[in-house]
């Protein structure tokens, strides 16, 4: 019995510790991004069609954009892909990364309760829309993550001339997680919340929250690509990295992107190399 | 009513499937969870046992900090080895980050505190028994310990289990240290925090179902195993 669980023990061990080096061997890189991309199935769809063409396991690790910055500057990652262009470009500037390039763009909407107690709906102002939810009182449900999306939403804000911090548990509800449980908490308490369009068509738990405002180029949600500077982190995969990059910012990559559908709506906007930003919608 | 039987209906549907999937990912959690359990079993029976039956200055305040540590939160366990892995931290050159090794050595250092503790509990009102006998066969501290845990292997198995819990259930340190990377560190903890965070809340409890399945089969085999070895002991 003693020799069995001696057995047993060691066995398991060698088998745990094995295993979890085996998987280092093959060649892969490690992504640092957004919930958005990950959630919405876009790299479910894209990375396929890349490890068929070069053999390389693109291995994401979907965090807020914030963390996944904070990660990356850490070193913990070859390649960068949020959506937060200043803070890239801050990234970029202090080093931590190489140079970053627009990948695709995607847009936020306004989400809401159908009963829409801050009449906002079929809007198509941003920030009039917000400064109506504020004047009303009515629930909203933030990010509050630091993540692209929590960034773009303090801009709105901003914008909207609404002081969102004086009213934190009030009406305004930080959530302080990821978009998907964002959601979940504003479809459970009828609150207002702004997400990006890819994580809310392929979000399950609408309950009774529809989309209130859509189409204003303040919306617009540009998503950007930044090999991590192997200067700083000699580890990085640089090879394997530039490779994904290129692909991505080249036409296989960029028609992957196109091709990605839920219920027949395409979800992101391949735009590299485009120098004018496309208005969103 | 209906919202929880379709659940369960899902659930059974999804293991009757054999999704290979599903399967890689209950295969991780096992082996992740049941590695970081027998390494914390083999740091945390022998602490428990030394704090059982060795008296030495300061005890009291370790025995307290090891009871402390029995609640040590997951996601701060998880920052924390997250902050020696990476690579700016100091076992970054392991590379260790973002694998299923960082995720055994996260959920070791959660449990062997639980286990450690459990342990010196039922080890010290053992050694209270056979304290005598010990001395008047002039056993070693060493040897004390090791007769201790043998004979005290059955009421460790529970402490063992109590550590099994705590790790195949816990998602804050694993998804910080793992990253939930699809095919690599997916476990059942962070596919459900994933599936609910997409808002697929009937998968995700389907899910939790398993999830709870699954602890209860280990429970089973171990108290299975541990009457077999009793009746073959005492036959």
């Known amino acids: 019995m003693r020799k069995l669980a001696k057995f047993t023990i060691v066995a398991a061990l060698a088998a745990g510790l094995t295993s979890a080096a085996a998987h280092a061997e093959d060649p892969f890189i490690i992504v640092q991004s957004t919930t958005s991309t990950e959630n919405s199935g876009l790299f479910k769809h894209i990375l396929p069609i890349f490890k068929a063409k070069t053999g390389i396991d693109v291995r994401v690790v979907a965090v807020g954009t914030g963390q996944a910055i904070k990660n990356a500057e850490n070193g913990d990652g070859d390649v960068l892909l949020v959506h937060a262009k200043k803070s890239e470009e801050e990234f970029v500037a202090k080093g931590g990364g190489v140079k970053r390039f627009d990948v695709m763009y995607n847009d ?46 303090l801009k709105l804000w901003k914008d909207a001339g609404v002081d969102v911090k004086a009213a934190g548990g009030d009406w305004y509800r930080s959530t302080g997680s990821g978009m998907g449980a ?49 200067e700083k982190h000699k580890h990085v995969k640089v090879k394997e990295g530039q490779q994904f990059i290129d692909w991505l910012l080249g036409a296989e990559g960029q028609n992957a992107i196109r091709s990605f559908t839920i219920d027949g709506q395409q979800l992101f906007f391949p735009n590299a190399g485009q120098e004018n930003m496309k208005k969103a919608g | 009513m209906s919202e929880s039987g379709s659940i369960f209906s899902l659930a059974l549907g999804l293991v009757l499937s054999g999704d290979a999937e599903l399967w890689s990912i209950i295969a991780l959690s096992l082996r992740v969870s049941l590695t970081a359990v027998a390494l914390a079993c083999l740091i945390g029976l022998p602490l428990g046992a030394f704090l059982a039956v060795v008296r030495f200055p300061g005890r009291g305040a370790a ?23 990476s690579r700016s931290g100091p076992l970054g050159v392991f590379g260790l980050l973002y694998t299923p090794a960082a995720m055994i050595v996260a959920q070791t250092i959660l449990v062997t505190p639980l286990i450690a503790a459990l342990a010196r509990q039922s080890l010290a009102d053992l050694h209270g028994e056979y304290d005598e006998l010990f001395r008047s066969l002039g056993l070693s501290t060493g040897a004390t310990i090791a007769a201790l ?49 997409k808002g697929n809340l009937a998968l995700a409890m389907a899910l939790g179902l398993i999830l709870i399945a699954l602890a209860l089969g280990v429970n089973a085999a171990v108290l299975a195993l541990n009457r077999t070895a009793r009746r073959l002991a005492y036959a």
């Open chain 1, 182 to 230: 964002t959601l979940n908490t504003a479809s459970g308490m009828g609150a207002y919340a702004l997400t990006d369009r890819a994580t809310w068509i392929s979000f399950k738990n609408k309950g009774d929250l529809t989309i209130a405002v859509e189409g204003d180029p303040k919306l617009f949600n540009q998503y950007g690509v930044i090999l991590v500077n192997p």
């Open chain 1, 108 to 153: 936020f909407v306004i989400v809401g309760p159908k009963s829409d107690p801050a009449k906002v709906a079929r809007s198509k102002d941003a920030a009039a829309s917000l400064k109506a939810i504020a004047d009303a009182k009515a629930p909203f449900a933030s990010r509050g993550d630091d993540s692209g999306t929590h960034k773009a939403e």
């Open chain 2, 149 to 197: 845990i043998w004979d005290g292997r059955y009421s460790l198995s529970t402490a063992a289990l109590a550590g099994f819990g705590r790790a195949i259930a816990e998602v804050g340190a694993v998804i910080i240290v793992g990253g939930n990377i699809e095919h690599v560190t997916r476990v059942m903890t962070t596919t459900i925090a994933l599936e609910t965070s």
């Open chain 2, 63 to 85: 025995v307290a900090l090891l009871n402390a540590f029995m609640g040590l939160p997951p996601v701060v366990v998880g920052l924390f080895v997250y902050l020696m892995l």
